[in-house]
Structures are given as C-alpha cells and as structure tokens.
C-alpha cells in the first residue's frame, strides 16, 4: 500500500511546504492558548486558578515531545520514502501529523469555555478538522511520509487529545465545575 500511494504521488515540494504552513498555524493556536494561561497565571497569582481547559494540556502536550523523541532518536521504526539531503530520516510517526492533530483536537475540546456562539464554534471545529485532514494529505502527496507514517500520527494525536479531554473532565469534577 505504502509504495502504491508513493508512486502514485511521487514527490512535491510545493505540499510539503503547505504542511509546514499548517503545523507553524497549529503552532499559533497553541502559543494563544499558552499566552491566555500565562496571563491568567500572572493576574491570578495561582497556577490553580488559571482555567483547567488550559492547565490540561500540559500532559498531552509532554506526552507528544516524548513521542516525538522516542520515535525520532530511539525506536525508529521506518524512514522516510525519501532521502534529505543524501540522509534517511526517521519517519514514523508523521511529526506534523500528529502535533497538529493534537494541538487542534485540543483545541476543539477547550473553545467551547472561550466562544459561547455555538455557529461559530462549529465552524471553527469543522475549519480545524479540515486542516487536520489536509496536513495528513499534504505529508502524503509531499512524498515526506509513507501513508502508514500519517495513519500513526492521527492514531497518536487522537489518542492525545482524548487524553487532554479526559483529564479535562477529571480536572473539572474536581473543582466542581
């Protein structure tokens, strides 16, 4: 399958650098999150009153650097279909995939503290979504990763941003929210 979909494809610079524009968005949304929590650390004085939609991020965000290292310096389980610079690359599982498939699932959990219109809230879940499935399709259609790389980078960004749902939960019944 994995040779099928690469020759089929081949290799295209131009979606690789459309998925490195997608992860630097994922990226954005992140550092917005990160941001509205240090100013509610800092007006707030308290890493417990800072909201919980934020604070739970945090072990899914550790959980997908030591994926991230794990795959990429000490179980490599596959290379890249393609040579950089004259090096084979670990290439499971797809990084871009799987950060933003995190990040943005995250993020689809935490909006509803942040938007109460429930339109705009599904239109941005669904423009997340969206962006989701086309950086998994751009890794791809690049030539950068074998289908079964971005098949594992979903796998693993969905099984994180449950995690970050679920702590999510716990946090809140805690709390008593």
Known sequence: MNDKIFEFFGINETWDKVSDIL????FVVLAGFALMGLLQLIKRKSLK???SELTAMIP??????VIYFVFEKVWILNFRPVL????AEPSFPSTHTLV???????AILALPKYIKSKKVRVLIDLLMIAVMGFVAFCRVASGMHWMTDVLGGMIFG???ALLYGGILRIVKERKGE
Not at 100 to 106: E, F, K, Y
């Open 49 to 51: 009153k800072v909201d």
């Open 23 to 26: 992860l630097v968005l994922a």
């Open 84 to 87: 950089i610079n004259g090096v």
């Open 60 to 65: 899914s965000l550790i959980l997908t650097a």
């Open 100 to 106: 933003t498939v995190t990040i943005l699932g995250m």
């Open 158 to 160: 969905i099984d994180l």
